[in-house]
């Protein structure tokens, strides 16, 4: 099955230099579904991940590191399953960005899970059906 992988792990594997052992194990795992070729990532986390990069050389380098991952295609019913998630958890009382909801939507619509470490997910979990991808030494503890 596939893995929709959210920025905060692809920052960690791909700008971080000094890693904990917490977020080596993190780094292995993205590694592995990356091995297994079960990595998505949607337009939205690859922006995210271009934009604010100043210097050319480092930016074309990231560019090139990214092209082989599809993109999930997003469709009409993503944006509006995005928007009823924001609802939904807005009304509970849990902000969060339209981009998170927006790979949540994706998520929930092609029955994926979601590799993250950003604990907003914890929260939107609570109130919207997400499944959460974990690392294989978690699914052993």
Same mark, same amino acid.
């Given at each position: ?9 692809? +920052? ?5 230099? %000094?890693?904990? *052992? ?11 579904? &990356? *091995? ?17 990069? +100043?210097?050319?050389?480092? =930016? ?18 993503? =944006?509006?399953? #995005? ?12 902000? /969060?960005? *339209?981009?998170?909801?927006? &790979?949540? #939507? #994706? +998520?929930? $619509?092609? /029955?994926? +899970?979601?590799? %993250? %470490?950003?604990?907003?997910?914890? $929260? =939107?979990?609570? =109130?919207?059906?997400?499944?959460? *991808?974990? %690392?294989?030494?978690?699914? $052993?503890?």
């Amino acid at each position: 099955m596939k893995i929709l992988v959210d920025t905060s792990i692809w +920052s960690l594997a791909l700008r971080k230099k %000094t890693l904990t *052992h917490q977020e080596k194990k993190i780094v292995a795992e993205l590694k592995e579904l &990356i *091995h297994e070729l079960r990595v998505v990532i949607i337009g939205p986390v690859r922006q995210e991940l271009l934009s604010g990069i +100043s210097d050319e050389m480092k =930016y074309m380098n990231l560019k090139d590191k990214l092209q082989p991952f599809d993109d999930l295609p997003l469709q009409v019913e993503d =944006y509006e399953k #995005a928007a009823e998630l924001f609802n939904i958890c807005r009304r509970n009382g849990v902000q /969060g960005s *339209h981009i998170d909801f927006l &790979i949540c #939507a #994706a +998520s929930i $619509n092609e /029955g994926i +899970s979601i590799f %993250t %470490t950003d604990i907003d997910f914890e $929260n =939107y979990k609570k =109130y919207i059906n997400i499944k959460l *991808h974990t %690392t294989r030494d978690e699914l $052993n503890t």
